[in-house]
């Protein structure tokens, strides 16, 4: 069963008059972004990006300042029109969408939070949260149950009669969040949500961000400039640099595997031991001469999932002589993970 809910297709932004003239210039002499704008005082926005985001998927894009990350993820909802290219939802065609039918998607199935929540100062918390409802005509009645039953989520309870200027940072990103999700929508586009809080506020609201999901299961695009908070967040990672996106994969592949010598210099200082796992550094049980049945000892040896990352495989061989047995969940033999294997995945050489 196909479950992509996004796809993205050969999308292209160039801004300035000779947009058209300058992406057939690419096209045809492999122009790269300052030589667009030298010879057509144009900018590359995005360049050639492709990817799908699949059912309750949350999907990192990162990127330093000026990578292209925040343009990308504004055609999803076309408040961006491509310069060439096709954003699909559910398989529709958003650029064929006439203007009540994207007001529609817009409105019910597709939440936006961003970075500056721009909260209406004269609206109480619970008003701001209906907002989204009162467009769509909702009863009072609807509106403010909805609101309320939002606000439990995000856990602003007590504070729905509150202004938005009594609020702290953290609890008015609460409250964008509540705004995004009290239509209900399918998707989120969450465009660096947290990054202007202080650090101890902004893991709470991770925390909280993937408590959430892990319970709504909503579809989201996560855009962010911390390498930290996209392996924390994604479930896979897209890496952007100028225009393009130079790498996909989950956080541990990426890790572990980066594409180019961009990639691993964000990656360098990243620690392993939560990222990498036993599957990646085992070796098969056939090393050991045993090509039917488990090596003689195997039985008494540690024990772990092929899930189970460096920081728990660790723990499993301090005092340990013996290999760790890396086992199905029906207990079958499925790699061997040795002292020196380990030692390699925590060097960076898995």
């Not at 990672?237 to 210099?265: L, R």
Request: glycine residues 8%; charged residues 30%.
């Amino acid at each position: 069963m196909n479950d992509k809910v996004i796809e993205v297709r050969e999308v292209w932004k160039i801004f300035g008059d000779r947009a058209a003239e300058a992406l057939a210039a690419i096209r045809r002499d492999g122009l790269d972004k300052a030589e667009v704008l030298e010879r057509f005082e144009a900018v590359v926005g995005v360049r050639n990006v492709s990817f799908d985001v699949h059912a309750g998927e949350i999907f990192c894009i990162m990127g330093l300042s000026g990578s292209g990350k925040s343009t990308l993820v504004r055609h999803v909802n076309r408040l961006i029109e491509p310069t060439q290219g096709q954003i699909l939802i559910n398989g529709e065609d958003v650029g064929a969408l006439a203007p009540e039918e994207l007001r529609a998607l817009r409105a019910g199935r597709i939440g936006m939070v961003f970075q500056n929540m721009a909260l209406l100062p004269h609206r109480t918390v619970r008003d701001n949260i209906a907002f989204a409802l009162e467009l769509r005509d909702a009863d009072t009645f609807t509106r403010h149950q909805t609101a309320d039953r939002v606000i439990e989520t995000v856990s602003l309870q007590g504070y729905g009669d509150r202004m938005p200027r009594e609020l702290s940072g953290g609890m008015q990103q609460r409250v964008g969040l509540a705004r995004a999700l009290a239509a209900d929508p399918e998707i989120l586009l969450m465009d660096e949500p947290f990054s202007a809080l202080d650090p101890l506020i902004r893991r709470g609201l991770q925390d909280e961000f993937l408590a959430l999901s892990r319970t709504m299961r909503k579809t989201t695009i996560f855009i962010t400039h911390d390498l930290d908070e996209a392996i924390r967040m994604g479930s896979r990672i897209a890496i952007m640099k100028d225009g393009e996106v130079v790498q996909i994969g989950t956080p541990e592949h990426i890790v572990t595997h980066p594409a180019d010598d961009y990639v691993a210099d964000f990656v360098k200082g990243i620690s392993r031991l939560k990222l990498v796992f036993a599957h990646t550094i085992m070796e098969p049980p056939e090393k050991y001469g045993q090509e039917h049945g488990d090596p003689p000892d195997a039985e008494h040896w540690p024990r772990a999932g092929p899930e189970a990352d460096l920081d728990s495989l660790v723990n499993l061989a301090v005092g340990e002589d013996r290999p760790i047995a890396v086992r199905s969940d029906g207990g079958r033999l499925v790699g061997i993970v040795t002292k020196d294997a380990l030692l390699r995945g925590i060097q960076g050489e898995a």
